[in-house]
């Protein structure tokens, strides 16, 4: 597992140094898919989709879309 400071030190790398950073694990998620070249083709992939998503997260989580939705704290990565 990265350490805090190389997993920033990395995404500042491929994603800049602008606020807002996301939650450790979607930067690690954004950090891999960029390593592995899959950024953009997931992004381009996910385009046709973004307001339905968008729409649906809000309605679900009855607040608007920003990194203090409660959405972005579930790490879907972890094993239940």
């Known amino acids: 597992m990265k350490t805090v ?3 920033m ?3 500042i790398q491929y994603f800049g140094n602008e606020p807002p950073f996301p939650p450790k694990h979607i930067m690690e998620t954004l ?10 083709g997931v992004i ?3 385009e046709p989709y973004k307001d339905e998503l968008r729409n649906e997260i809000e309605n679900i989580s ?6 203090s939705n409660p959405f972005f704290k579930i790490d879907f ?3 239940k």
């Not at 950090?31 to 953009?40: A, C, I, L, S």
């Not at 009855?62 to 990194?67: A, I, N, V």
């Open 31 to 40: 950090v891999k898919m960029k390593k592995e070249g899959r950024f953009e």
């Open 44 to 46: 381009k992939s996910l």
């Open 62 to 67: 009855g607040e608007e879309m920003g990194l």
């Open 77 to 79: 990565n972890k094993e």
């Open 9 to 11: 030190d990395e995404y």
């Open 5 to 7: 400071n190389s997993l």
